[in-house]
């Protein structure tokens, strides 16, 4: 408790001067998820010394370049207050909608990923239109379009994986096109952190999951921002099963088996509350890397994988302890 | 001193944030008396009686139950000391039964397993004793009527074996006669020796029912006195303690055209055919008890509920506001009742909030102008005196009276010409009061048509150019200023 008197000063509402000061402890707060990265990234060199190596990097990069774009995806509705079970799903619609187009109809590529992106559009908006304006929580909405997705991904392949040509999807995977996925990724990064910064939906959105009597008292139709949360997150779904299509040059209709909840697991342990109104798009990304990374040092040190899933439980639930301590503290400084 | 204290609570105080909530607040009970605790709102009654039912914890102070000083430290230790509360919103579980929710802490006598027959048996004997043999154990509590969910509550604090029952506004939602049979029951939980704690506004009450009276105000304790020695003006003068005029800031407000007129407006069974008008830099009061339709009325007119029938003009043309959005967009504003659940967003910046419902001026394309919205909010809010920290500080880091001006600046932002302010000082502080005052008073003279509705009749006294009284969705009457006195308030709000 050796910081007592900051905690009076800040009681005193009026007090100007405490917000400016340099507090070592509100840093460290305000920056726990990084916090928490750098400190696997450190450990992980320790440990493995092909961790560091360019080609690990890329593959990490190569890898969470879809995990990231779900866990923005999931982040915006979670904002809201509500939550996205099928994008998992999604993940597969997309890698067999967008492979199936170029297989078999042998439709450019590029194409066929913009076609597979409206599909997770049209099916998270059919989700979104069960939560607004059908009143479905969005556990349940999303549960029902997750089985309906997941077996419209079955039908379209017949269960069997899609080999893909060479010269195709595998184009946004090329080391000659310097990773195009890598591109795409970090541009979105980048492109959902301004609007969740610079705009009103950003704004609204989050003003939602805070409020949303408030928010409509205060005159906006929240139901239509609730509604496009969820078909931002099947857009981005879509196109991360692409991307994980484009990697293994194979459609599959289990591309994506679980990773709603790692999507999920991402936005809390980036400080996401699943109240809603409260989370980062970069600290999702963070928290979504430093799942990935935790696969990835594993794999290096030759963990089998069942024991992976047992260990990554467990950082799960001491990143969001951290976050649960550093919030209390928050409130408290 | 004599020890024939039920209950003993010496020196409280509690702080909330930076507002004094309660002050070296004192309150004692006898074993057996009706003792009547009153204040206007804001005073600190409903804390009180909350550190007492252990929902908050003191900060300060002695509660010594039975000559034993105790420490409560949840509301299960206050009921196993003895001491109940009834609340205003019942702690009911609606589809339970009868005979469960009175036993619902202590549903399984012997053993292990729940023995109906005799639950049953004992909630019948329960019911039995206040006269109510004929309410079923077996149906749902949702099925009751309020009246007869106030008796399983009743029972439900007589089945803990309390000592002490304290009731906050059990009246407020019971018809003459209900509040006629509730009394007796009071009655005969006294002859019991069942100590009651009586909160109500209404003075009538008090003075029927009470042993002795004491009054609080401004989270100070003022008075404790027997009822029968003082009379009803000399309670309102402890009450109120000050002169109303220096609490209402004068105001120049030029009454101008008609802005709003509502006809024969129903809404469900809350609201039954109202009609009222509100002419340009005009304040018009809604009085009436809580649950009078009040709300209800403004809800439907914003177009956050649906009316059933009825006719709105608004500047001479009919409008019928689908939406908040609607009506925002006509420049119709509506602070809501609750600041906390309808009006701010708690965790988010004071700059969001301030800003919330005026976002297509500080934005283009959807592109918020950063800049030129900080600028905005703080000029805004220094128009306002409010005070704070930074404007990107959370809006709860603020104390209720700043947080209220919050609420309030939001709509000052949207260029209203004619707001709804639902219980605009609900909780807030005197001195605060008065700066809201001033902003309401501020909007009428900009040429703003006010709704103010208020359950305090010295604010609707104060503050209204004219006052519209409701009781159960009727309007029973309007009074002009020059014959505005809480006499005549009561009168048309209980419909005597």
């Given at each position: 408790m050796s910081n007592e008197p900051i905690r009076n000063l800040n009681n005193g509402?009026?007090?100007?001067n405490s917000t400016k000061k340099f507090s070592f402890t509100k840093l460290l707060i305000d920056n726990n998820t990084y916090i928490i990265l750098l400190i696997l990234i450190i450990v992980s060199s320790l440990l493995s010394?092909?961790?560091?190596t360019p080609i690990n990097i890329r593959n990490i990069a190569l890898q969470q370049a879809g995990p990231v774009l779900v866990a923005i995806g999931m982040l915006f509705v979670i904002l809201t207050g509500g939550i996205d079970l099928s994008v998992g799903s999604l993940m597969a619609v997309g890698a067999s909608v967008s492979s199936l187009l170029i297989k078999?109809?042998?439709?450019?590529f590029i194409l066929a990923i913009l076609i597979a992106m409206v599909v997770g559009l049209i099916f998270g908006l059919f989700t979104g239109i069960l939560v607004?304006?059908?009143?479905?929580q969005g556990f349940v909405a999303s549960l029902a379009t997750m089985t309906i997705a997941s077996g419209v991904a079955f039908v379209l392949t017949n269960g069997t994986p899609v080999i893909l040509p060479a010269g195709t999807l595998d184009n946004i995977v090329d080391k000659k096109f310097f990773f195009p996925i890598i591109i795409i990724a970090a541009l979105l990064i980048i492109l959902f952190t301004l609007i969740q910064r610079y705009t009103g939906w950003g704004r609204i959105v989050i003003a939602i999951g805070s409020n949303p009597t408030a928010v409509q008292l205060a005159g906006i139709q929240t139901k239509r921002y609730i509604m496009s949360t969820y078909a931002v997150s099947g857009l981005l779904a879509a196109l991360a099963g692409v991307f994980i299509a484009a990697r293994s040059a194979t459609g599959s209709?289990?591309?994506?088996?679980g990773q709603e909840l790692d999507a999920i697991a991402a936005c809390v342990i980036g400080g996401a509350s699943l109240a809603g109104g409260k989370g980062f798009v970069i600290k999702a990304v963070a928290g979504a890397l430093i799942l990935g990374l935790i696969g990835n040092i594993m794999n290096l040190m030759a963990v089998p994988s069942y024991p992976q899933d047992i260990i990554k439980g467990f950082i799960i639930i001491a990143a969001v302890f951290l976050q649960i301590f550093t919030s209390k503290s928050e409130k408290a400084v | 001193m004599q020890n024939d204290c039920v209950v003993e609570m010496m020196n409280i105080s509690k702080n909330f944030g930076g507002v004094k909530?309660?002050?070296d607040v004192m309150l004692k009970v006898k074993k057996g008396e009706i003792h009547a605790l009153i204040g206007e709102n804001g005073a600190g009654k409903s804390t009180l009686m909350k550190i007492l039912a252990g929902a908050y914890q003191k900060d300060k102070g002695q509660i010594i139950i039975d000559g034993q000083e105790v420490k409560i430290t949840s509301p299960k230790s206050a009921m196993d000391l003895g001491v109940s509360v009834i609340y205003?919103?019942?702690?009911?579980?609606?589809?339970?039964?009868v005979a469960e929710n009175i036993f619902i802490?202590?549903?399984?006598?012997?053993?292990?397993?729940?023995?109906w027959k005799d639950l049953r048996a004992r909630a019948k004997e329960q019911l039995s004793k206040l006269g109510?043999?004929?309410?079923?154990?077996?149906?749902?509590?949702?099925?009751?009527?309020v009246a007869r969910q106030q008796i399983v509550e009743i029972c439900k604090c007589l089945a803990r074996k309390s000592k002490v029952i304290v009731f906050d506004e059990?009246?407020?939602?019971?018809?003459f006669s209900e509040i006629k049979k509730l009394f007796s029951i009071i009655r005969q939980l006294k002859e019991d020796g069942v100590s009651i704690i009586y909160i109500s506004h209404r003075l009538e009450e008090l003075f029927e029912l009470s042993d002795n009276i004491t009054v609080l105000k401004d989270g100070k304790y003022i008075d404790t006195v027997?009822?029968?020695?003082?009379t009803k003006e000399e309670l309102v003068a402890k009450m109120?303690?000050?002169?109303i005029m220096q609490l209402f800031p004068e105001r120049q407000a030029k009454i101008g055209d008609e802005i709003l007129r509502v006809e024969h407006l129903h809404v469900g069974?809350?609201?039954?055919?109202v009609s009222f008008s509100v002419r340009s830099g005009e304040v018009v009061g809604f009085s009436g008890l809580?649950?009078?339709g009040r709300t209800e009325a403004m809800r439907a007119i914003f177009g956050a509920d649906k009316k059933d029938s009825g006719k709105i003009l608004y500047f001479g043309k009919e409008v019928n506001f689908k939406s908040p959005k609607q009506a925002i967009k006509n420049g119709f504003g509506f602070l809501p009742e609750d600041r906390k659940a309808?009006?701010?967003?708690?965790?988010?910046?004071i700059r969001v909030n301030a800003t919330l419902a005026s976002m297509r001026k500080i934005k283009k394309f959807d592109i918020i102008g950063h800049k030129k919205e900080k600028d905005y909010v703080k000029q805004l809010l220094s128009s306002i005196s409010t005070k704070y920290?930074?404007?990107?500080?959370?809006?709860?880091?603020?104390s209720g009276g700043n947080q209220q001006k919050i609420a309030l600046a939001k709509w000052l932002a949207a260029d209203c010409k004619c707001i709804v302010f639902d219980?605009?000082?609900?909780?807030?502080d005197v001195g605060a009061k008065t700066e809201i005052y001033k902003i309401i008073n501020r909007l009428a003279e900009e040429g703003v048509g006010i709704i103010m509705i208020s359950s305090e009749m010295t604010e609707i006294i104060g503050m209204c150019d004219r006052a519209i009284v409701m009781r159960q969705g009727v309007v029973t009457g309007e009074i002009n200023k020059s014959e505005l006195s809480e006499n005549n308030l009561i009168k048309l709000a209980m419909g005597v």
């Open positions: 509402m009026s007090d100007i010394s092909t961790f560091l078999d109809l042998g439709m450019n607004s304006y059908g009143n479905f209709a289990t591309i994506g088996t | 909530a309660l002050q205003q919103e019942f702690m009911l579980a609606p589809d339970l039964t802490d202590n549903l399984v006598n012997h053993g292990m397993f729940l023995n109510f043999g004929d309410i079923d154990p077996d149906v749902k509590v949702g099925t009751l009527s059990p009246t407020a939602v019971l018809t027997p009822t029968a020695s003082i109120v303690g000050r002169q069974d809350m609201v039954t055919d809580v649950g009078a309808q009006g701010l967003l708690l965790e988010q910046s920290g930074s404007i990107e500080d959370n809006a709860n880091s603020l219980e605009p000082t609900r909780g807030v």
